[in-house]
């Protein structure tokens, strides 16, 4: 594996931490994907969230119905206008996601040492002694010594809200299991995780691909987060889907690695899908613990050098109920953001979490600080030297964008582009500057009504670190004049000037087609 010693190799003045941190109109470069939920819903708290920093909102549909979801999304769209940020969706899907029926929702207390019973008779109600799941095939699966885990919603990691079974023996369809630490199980639903057993569902089941085909038309999803992918061909199946469903062809797919099957499939996985999401509550499982960190890097390694965005999740758990993260939890976000993470993926924290607008701008504060010390340089030449030569035309052009615009210390980098490749192949390279992607609309037809292309390629590039979007005027062509792109880059550097990310005498370097010629060009900015 290549190293990542990303730290900048310049010693930090001590006295220099305790320095209050500047304001920016981009909080961080790293992007934030809330789960909104019970406590995230409100048009209020949204508006909170989207100031605080989330670009991506996640809808996970291991719970809650159609209905629930909309009116959430309904009010996520009016703090979208209330406070002017953009925001995409993600649909995350259920998948081959084993749980336990609470249907009284009364607490479950388990004691260590005792036995339970899983079984697939869902009419009997779940107890301390007994646990009734969604999967009939559970005890073909298993065999004595067998490691079983159940929690709310995902793993908190907390010994007394999540409980560990050993498999003792398999009775029919029963599985009796022997509890090896006391805990309380509060909630409707558990998810249920065997570790390192392989459970045989289909990825993509059919509630995912009947909520895909009417909740996710209807609303023209951005991400669809492909639970539990464990080869190449669960990506293919899901692209084959959306490709039949209109707009939804556009949709990108972020395959999301939860256990060994998908681990030891990552390449492949890697190379069909738009992105990857490192769930780590599920492989944290799956994996020996020590193990965990070195999945990590090597994969966001990966996806950093295939120009894809790379998202981690289950960072500040605690911050579920409190209102400071631990210190190693404000630790791991950091190494997440010096690894080379895209994005950092909040989901009980902000779903159920007392505290979510908070936790999404501590979050943030973390990644902006740890930005700060993200050496640019090393990761420059590393990636450079993966991409070898000769480089594809745009690869060059890129390449060459973010190398100028760190030498003439510009304060931002200008893209036009209208697929969004330009931008995030500029931003694969990980420049110190935001990198204002301004998306140039076309006009395209399906023989019956005219629409613009251009809204699924802004939203899409909010999941992408230092890639800010801008939709521009479709009257203006991304490749026309010089004196037309002129035009669009006053209304750029306008917007810039707005932000406050460009200032007078700043030096801006934008990226653009002229006729068939790709230009990199640098400017100096007046009064």
Known sequence: MVSNHLLL???IRMASILEPSKSSFYRAMTKIVGTLGPRSRSVEVISGCL?????????????????YHQETLENLRAAVKTTKKLCAVMLDTVGPELQVVNKSENAISLKADATVILTPDQGQEATSEVLPINFAGLSKAVKKGDTIFIGQYLFTGSETTSVWLEVDKVNGDDVVCVIKNTATLTGALFTLHASQIRIDLPTLTDKDKEVISTWGVQNKIDFLSLSYTRHAEDVREAREILSKLGDLSQTQIFAKIENVEGLTHFDEILQEADGIILSRGNLGI??????????????????NMAGKPAVVTRVVDSMTDNLRPTRAEATDVANAVLDGTD?????????????????????????????????????????VKYVGEPMTHLESIASSAVRAAIKVKASVIICFTSSGRAARLIAKYRPTMPVLSVVIPRLKTNQLKWSFSGAFEARQSLIVRGLFPMLADPRHPAESTNATN??????????????????????????????????????????
């Open 286 to 303: 799956d994996l020996p613990p020590e193990k965990v960190f070195l999945f990590q890097k090597a994969a966001v390694n990966k996806c």
């Open 486 to 527: 002129e035009s669009v880059l006053k209304v750029a550097l306008d917007h810039g000037k707005a932000s406050g990310v460009i200032k007078s005498h700043d030096r801006v370097v934008v990226c653009q087609k002229v006729g068939d010629a790709s230009v990199v060009k640098i400017i100096e900015l007046e009064d």
């Open 9 to 11: 190799e310049e010693p």
């Open 343 to 383: 994005a950092i993926l909040l989901g009980a924290e902000t779903l159920r979490g007392l505290y979510p607008v908070e936790t999404i701008s501590i979050v943030g504060k973390i990644c902006a600080e740890a930005e700060k010390v993200f050496n640019q340089d090393l990761y420059f030449k590393r990636t």
């Open 51 to 67: 100031q605080a920093g989330m670009s991506v909102a996640r809808f996970d549909f291991s719970w809650g119905d159609k209905d």
